[in-house]
Each structure stands twice: as structure tokens, then as C-alpha cells.
């Protein structure tokens, strides 16, 4: 039995939890290369016009795995936290992908909820039946694949640079380096050190969130908010870059909450979609790198506060 | 305390009845236009969805009337509607608007508590007795059902009317009419009187016009500004449709839903094609078009706002459906850029090819 993952969406933060789990049951893996153009191109002839690029890219990713394995997987990630959602297009994503693309093998979508233990197990018992009878097997996968993503560790922290920065936005939009062209590298080589939300603690950005009239019942939401908030208020960073994508939903709210709480502190809003240029992107970045050099300057020399100076935000 | 609402078809004239029968001060935000948008379009996020800035016009419409607490109800969540309070809040507040906001959101997220008191802020502010308050809620819901059903009675008969456009004027003048009743008891004998009359329209009975069912988001299809009017296009056209989402649908299963006995046939009929719910009414959307397909409409129409997450998922449905049920179903994606002409073109192009599929099948048999 082969199971396929598709390098997708959020199997950059759980891929320990689910190659585990399946491996666990005895299941051969096929998992897609990370994402090139080839995968790209194919997510965007199947998908929905409408839909993200990630999404695109998610359906790429499946249709370069359909022809290699007997049982795919297609996560249906409901819920993360208590009380939270993700995004409607990931609880969609099974539906999406089943009729756009032709020609798949069988699928596991079970709904995953991930915010109790028995929620875990009513996942694991209906996703691991499909390859084994032995449920006690299964719980058993599921103890060890649990304990694997609690070993595991994502998110940049970058030490050592003059300037640092807020790197934000979805983890896929920051861990696929194809999708984001490297956004990491870039500042990097230009002297900007980047920091993820991974590298702060939930307490840190908990009263930052509870200032907000309604809590936010997106986890990324949460986070984001949360994590560049509170950046600023701590003045951890010189500056934010957010990574989006076009058409997504959420991240229109979230920037503008987030512009709403931090005013003009520098931010620098990457939106990409399949015809996003580097070029542009390089330009953008490198315009960006120079202000936060000379506002660091002027800090320096005159005032402890300095003065902000406003963001550029057009898209790219 | 002068109160506005946000406009979504009919529902102004409920409020207007409830605010009527409590006795409270309020302000109906100018009809749906141009202007509207364009001011809500400049205030509002570029990419935020299109309710949401017809939304802001209104209430920059209404604040300038005179309003100073805005009412909306809420959600809370998946989909992005849950955080327009928020969000519509900060931003009034940053263009140096002074209003207050209640928002009615489900107990689930806020609290029977919560709920209570924000309830009881627009209670307190009327004069009336406990009984009449109930009493101007009971006539404001029946109102509000009566308007629906008034509705669907005409976009129903339009294909059957003797005199093309009958229909369309009886509905266009019970609006107006019951606008300028003023009181609840007036607006209630007002909507009874052209329920009789649509009821008395001649129509052939043995015609078999073209059916669409219109399916979607709820606000664009609701609100006829935001869908370019749709609905008054086809009634022209001697087209009959039907829309299950209506604002008293809505109350109705928005009240259920937390004990999961809400629309029992949505949840049939989407089960083999969308078997959750994920957000925004995209369950009912495909719910709904196979419905349509089982009660022998000639096809669906699906509108929907650009950038509308619930609605790209059920976008990448529909066509299966289509393909499974050979039933045909034109997707329209609507924004403040949405051109008139493209627009009537791709529903022109679309009945055409209902009425070709008619033929063909009558010359089959
Ligand atoms: S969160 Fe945004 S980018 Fe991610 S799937 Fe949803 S709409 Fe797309
Ligand atoms: S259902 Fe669509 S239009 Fe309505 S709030 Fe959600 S994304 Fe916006």
C-alpha cells in the first residue's frame, strides 16, 4: 500500500505527524517534490480560476502524485485549536480537489481536528482503517506520530544581523521557498535578519489579542496578530514583512487589523500570485532593506524613538 | 440613540417596521447605489469582500442623516463576515465617525449573556411597554415573511403573466408602498392587499417558461443592487426563478442550526457532493443545485462576490454536478468593476443555450 501526501498547505508544519503516522501503519510513502514550475503550472490549469495560490499549488502537488500511489491523502484540517477555524477552503479542500482533478485514486479526507485527543483519535482510527484492521496498531501510530511533531520544531530565528525583521504570514507562504522566491534568502543577503512568529510564545501575544473587540476565530489570525503586535509593542524588529497571496480571504482582515494597531512602523506586503515577478519582488525588497537602513541611521544619531517613516505597500 | 442598519434587499422594510413599533429613532441608509459603493469602495480594504463596502457606504450615508449606532448581526467565523464588525468599527473610528456598534452575533460566541444585554441596549431605548416590544417583533418577522413570500410569488409568475411585466411593476409598487406606511398594522394590510393582487394576476397557465434557480452567496444574491439586479432582468426576460435564500430563510435557520436540524433537504442533497459545512453558505449552494436539478429547473445561476472563500469552493463543485446531473449552471463573480454589458451578455448567452437544450429535447422525444 503507497500512500501520497501532497507537499502542500500546511505539510511543511505537520509532515512529521503524518509520515509518521502512515509509516507507523506499515504504508509505503510517495510525497511530491518541493514545488517548481511544473507543479505550479499543473495546479493552475486544474484548479477554480477564484481560488489562492497555495490552493493552486495544492492542487498541483496532487496532480504530479495521482498516477504514484493507491491511497491519497488529502488533509481536511478543521480545527488546530479550541474554538478556531483555519479557512473555509481547507475544509473545502477535499471537495475542491476531488472534482477538479481526474483520474485519482482512492483518498482519505476524514475531517481532522486537531484541538482534543479525542478528536485525534476518531481521525486516526477512520483514516488508519483504510490500511489496517489492527486498531490497536493505530492508536499506537498515532501516540508515536504525536509525539513526533511535538519533537519537531519549525520557524526562523535569525542572529547576528544589524536589522532584523518580522517575517509574516501563512506558513506555507513562508516555508515554500518557491512560492515565496527565496523572500528569506533575499533579506538575508542584504543584511536583514528575519524572525517568525514559532520563536514567540503564545503568552507573549495573548494580551495583544484580547485588546481586540471580538476575539479572532482564525488561528492564523490569532497568530499573526498576535506575533507582529506584539513584535512591535516589544520593539523587537525594525520591520515586517508580510508574505500573501491574492484573493486570500483572511489576510485582508488581518492586514487590516494589523495596520490599524501599528500604524506607520514599517511593513512591506509581498503579494504573490502565478504571475508575480521576481524582478519586481527584488526591487520591492531591496527598496524596503534601504529605508529600514536609513531610519535605522537616523535613530541612531538622533532621538531613542526616531521617526517612523511610512511603508510601501502597492503590490507587487 | 438613532439607529441604522445595513441594506440587504428587503430587510430595511422590516427594520423599519420593528423600529416603527418600538417606538425608537432610526435612519433608513439611502437605497443601494453608485454612490454608495463608491464611498464604501474608498474607505474600505482593496481586497475585503464586496458586502462589506456597500456595507461602509451605508453607513457613511446614514451617519451623515444623522445616525450615531449601527446594528448588524454577527457570526463567528469560518468565514470572514464574523470579523466585519470588528473591522467596519476601526475603520469608522479612523475616519473620526462617532458611532456606536450592536452587534447581534450567536450566543455560542459571545455568550446568552452577552447577547442579552446588547439586546437590551436597543431595547431600553424604547418607550413601549414589554408587550409591545414583543408585539412590534412578532409584526416585524411577519412582515419580514410576508415581503419573502411576496417575492418568490412574483419572480415565479413572471413567466406566466399575460402581460409581460405585470409582475415586475406590482413588486417594484408593494415596495414603495409599504416604504411610506407608517406603522406596522399599515404595512401588514398594505403587503396582504398585493399579495391578493399578484395572486389575481392572469397568467397562461399552460406556458412553460425557462426556470433558473439563483444560488450563491446569500448578500449578493439577496441584495439587487450588488447582483446588478438580476432577478428584475430575468423577470423581463419572462424567465421564472426561484431563490431559496431569503432573509426569513436565514432567520429561520440561523436560530435551528445550533441543534443541527436546519434545512434537512440541504443536507441531503449536498451530501454526496459537499458533506460539510466549511463557512459562508457554500453548502447550501450546492444543496441547492441539486435541488433545482430534482424539481426540473432548467438550469442555476451562482453569483457570487469576487474573492468570496465559500463560494470558490463550491465554484470548483458545481461543474461536477453539472456534468453528473447534465444541468446546467453559469457562475457570475461580482465587484465594484463588474461591467453591465459583459454582464448581460453572459446571461443572455446563457438562456439562449437553456432555451437551444429545450428544443433540441422537445425535437428528441
Ligand atoms: S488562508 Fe488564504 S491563502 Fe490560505 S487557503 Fe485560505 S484563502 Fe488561501
Ligand atoms: S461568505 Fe463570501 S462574501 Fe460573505 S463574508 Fe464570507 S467571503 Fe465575504
Given at each position: ?47 477554480v480560476d477564484e481560488a489562492c495560490l497555495p490552493v493552486k499549488v495544492f492542487h498541483g502537488h496532487v496532480s504530479c502524485l495521482k498516477a504514484q500511489c493507491d491511497l491519497l491523502f488529502i488533509p481536511r484540517i478543521m480545527r488546530l485549536y479550541r474554538g478556531e477555524y483555519i479557512c473555509p477552503k481547507f475544509c473545502g479542500l477535499p471537495e475542491m480537489v476531488l472534482n477538479s482533478i481526474y483520474g485519482l485514486p482512492e483518498t482519505i479526507t476524514e475531517p481532522f481536528y ?182 535605522g541611521r537616523v535613530e541612531d544619531h538622533h532621538s531613542p524613538h526616531g521617526q517612523r517613516l511610512s511603508c510601501c505597500e502597492s503590490p507587487v | 440613540m438613532k439607529i441604522t442598519i445595513p441594506h440587504m434587499g428587503n430587510v430595511y422594510l422590516a427594520a423599519k417596521a420593528l423600529f416603527d413599533g418600538l417606538g425608537v429613532d432610526y435612519v433608513i441608509p439611502p437605497m443601494n447605489s453608485k454612490a454608495a459603493l463608491e464611498i464604501g469602495s474608498l474607505h474600505s480594504p ?207 435557520n440561523t436560530i435551528m442550526s445550533p441543534l443541527k436540524i436546519n434545512s434537512p433537504g440541504i443536507r441531503m442533497a449536498s451530501r454526496d457532493y459537499l458533506p460539510y459545512y466549511i463557512g459562508g453558505h457554500a453548502r447550501e449552494c450546492v444543496g441547492e443545485a441539486v435541488l433545482s436539478w430534482k424539481e426540473g429547473f432548467d438550469g442555476a445561476i451562482q453569483i457570487f462576490p469576487m474573492g468570496c472563500m465559500p463560494e470558490i469552493v463550491s465554484k470548483a463543485i458545481l ?47
Amino acid at each position: 500500500m503507497k500512500v501520497g501526501i501532497p507537499r502542500g498547505l500546511l505539510y511543511d508544519q505537520y509532515h512529521p505527524f503524518f509520515t509518521r503516522f502512515f509509516t507507523e501503519l506499515g504504508a509505503e510513502l510517495a510525497v511530491s517534490p518541493p514545488t517548481n514550475r511544473a507543479i505550479l503550472d499543473a495546479g493552475i490549469q486544474c484548479c477554480v480560476d477564484e481560488a489562492c495560490l497555495p490552493v493552486k499549488v495544492f492542487h498541483g502537488h496532487v496532480s504530479c502524485l495521482k498516477a504514484q500511489c493507491d491511497l491519497l491523502f488529502i488533509p481536511r484540517i478543521m480545527r488546530l485549536y479550541r474554538g478556531e477555524y483555519i479557512c473555509p477552503k481547507f475544509c473545502g479542500l477535499p471537495e475542491m480537489v476531488l472534482n477538479s482533478i481526474y483520474g485519482l485514486p482512492e483518498t482519505i479526507t476524514e475531517p481532522f481536528y486537531a484541538d482534543s485527543m479525542a478528536g485525534l483519535r476518531k481521525w486516526a482510527l477512520r483514516a488508519g482503517a483504510r490500511i489496517t484492521r489492527d486498531r490497536r496498531r493505530i492508536k499506537a501510530a498515532l501516540e508515536a506520530a504525536i509525539a513526533e511533531q511535538l519533537r519537531f520544531k519549525t520557524g526562523y530565528d535569525d542572529q547576528g544581523y544589524p536589522i532584523r525583521v518580522a517575517l509574516a504570514g501563512h506558513p506555507y507562504n513562508l516555508y515554500d521557498t518557491f512560492i515565496n522566491m527565496n523572500v528569506r534568502k533575499k533579506l538575508n543577503r542584504l543584511g536583514i535578519g528575519v524572525v517568525t512568529e514559532e520563536s514567540m510564545d503564545e503568552e507573549e501575544m495573548a494580551p495583544e489579542v484580547a485588546s481586540l473587540f471580538k476575539k479572532p476565530f482564525w488561528t492564523f489570525a490569532r497568530k499573526t496578530y498576535g506575533f507582529i503586535s506584539a513584535s512591535v509593542a516589544g520593539k523587537r524588529v525594525q520591520g515586517i514583512v508580510y508574505v500573501s497571496s491574492f484573493a486570500c480571504g483572511i489576510d485582508s482582515v488581518i492586514l487590516e487589523l494589523v495596520r490599524d494597531r501599528i500604524g506607520d512602523f514599517p511593513m512591506l506586503v509581498l503579494k504573490i500570485d502565478e504571475h508575480t515577478g521576481e524582478a519586481g519582488v527584488d526591487t520591492r525588497i531591496e527598496a524596503f532593506a534601504d529605508m529600514l537602513e536609513r531610519s535605522g541611521r537616523v535613530e541612531d544619531h538622533h532621538s531613542p524613538h526616531g521617526q517612523r517613516l511610512s511603508c510601501c505597500e502597492s503590490p507587487v | 440613540m438613532k439607529i441604522t442598519i445595513p441594506h440587504m434587499g428587503n430587510v430595511y422594510l422590516a427594520a423599519k417596521a420593528l423600529f416603527d413599533g418600538l417606538g425608537v429613532d432610526y435612519v433608513i441608509p439611502p437605497m443601494n447605489s453608485k454612490a454608495a459603493l463608491e464611498i464604501g469602495s474608498l474607505h474600505s480594504p482593496e481586497e475585503i469582500c464586496l458586502p462589506f463596502k456597500i456595507m461602509v457606504g451605508n453607513y457613511i450615508q446614514a451617519i451623515e442623516q444623522g445616525a450615531d449606532t449601527v446594528i448588524i448581526t454577527g457570526s463567528c467565523g469560518p468565514c470572514r463576515f464574523g470579523e466585519y464588525c470588528e473591522m467596519q468599527m476601526k475603520l469608522l473610528r479612523r475616519l473620526g465617525y462617532q458611532v456606536d456598534f450592536i452587534v447581534i452575533d450567536a450566543p455560542k460566541c459571545i455568550g446568552l449573556k452577552e447577547l442579552m444585554a446588547r439586546i437590551a441596549r436597543v431595547a431600553a431605548a424604547s418607550p413601549r411597554s414589554r408587550a409591545q416590544k414583543w408585539r412590534a417583533l412578532a409584526q416585524a418577522v411577519r412582515i419580514m415573511n410576508l415581503l419573502d413570500a411576496i417575492e418568490a410569488k412574483a419572480h415565479e409568475k413572471a413567466g406566466y403573466e399575460k402581460v409581460r411585466g405585470t409582475c415586475k411593476r406590482l413588486l417594484h409598487a408593494c415596495r414603495q408602498e409599504t416604504f411610506r406606511c407608517k406603522t406596522p398594522r399599515e404595512m401588514l394590510r398594505c403587503l396582504h392587499e398585493y399579495s391578493r393582487r399578484l395572486d389575481q394576476v392572469p397568467c397562461d397557465n399552460s406556458a412553460k417558461p425557462i426556470r433558473i434557480a439563483i444560488i450563491g452567496e446569500i448578500y449578493t444574491v439577496i441584495e439587487p443592487f450588488s447582483n446588478l439586479y438580476i432577478e428584475d432582468k430575468l423577470m423581463d426576460y419572462g424567465i421564472s426563478t426561484k431563490r431559496m435564500m431569503t432573509p426569513s430563510w436565514w432567520m429561520g435557520n440561523t436560530i435551528m442550526s445550533p441543534l443541527k436540524i436546519n434545512s434537512p433537504g440541504i443536507r441531503m442533497a449536498s451530501r454526496d457532493y459537499l458533506p460539510y459545512y466549511i463557512g459562508g453558505h457554500a453548502r447550501e449552494c450546492v444543496g441547492e443545485a441539486v435541488l433545482s436539478w430534482k424539481e426540473g429547473f432548467d438550469g442555476a445561476i451562482q453569483i457570487f462576490p469576487m474573492g468570496c472563500m465559500p463560494e470558490i469552493v463550491s465554484k470548483a463543485i458545481l461543474p461536477a454536478i453539472a456534468r453528473d446531473k447534465d444541468f446546467p449552471v453559469l457562475s457570475l463573480v461580482v465587484d465594484e468593476m463588474t461591467g453591465e454589458a459583459g454582464y448581460v451578455t453572459r446571461i443572455e448567452a446563457f438562456i439562449d443555450m437553456l432555451e437551444r437544450r429545450r428544443s433540441h429535447a422537445v425535437s428528441r422525444h
